[in-house]
């Protein structure tokens, strides 16, 4: 017997990865576009703070 109630968020916060290196930053900014398309995608907001 399951107890817990499993909810669906929602918003989520995401942390980027700040200041890059040149040729470094790419990659971390499509891995975060990717991830907020993806809860977007199931009407979850989405806060993105790149510090």
Not at 21 to 38: M, P, T
């Amino acid at each position: 017997m399951n107890k817990y109630r499993i909810s669906t968020p929602m918003t989520v916060l995401f942390l980027g990865s700040g200041g890059q290196k040149i040729g470094q930053a790419g990659e971390f900014d499509y891995a975060g576009y990717q991830a907020i398309r993806a809860f977007s995608a199931r009407k979850i907001k989405t806060v993105l703070v790149n510090p």
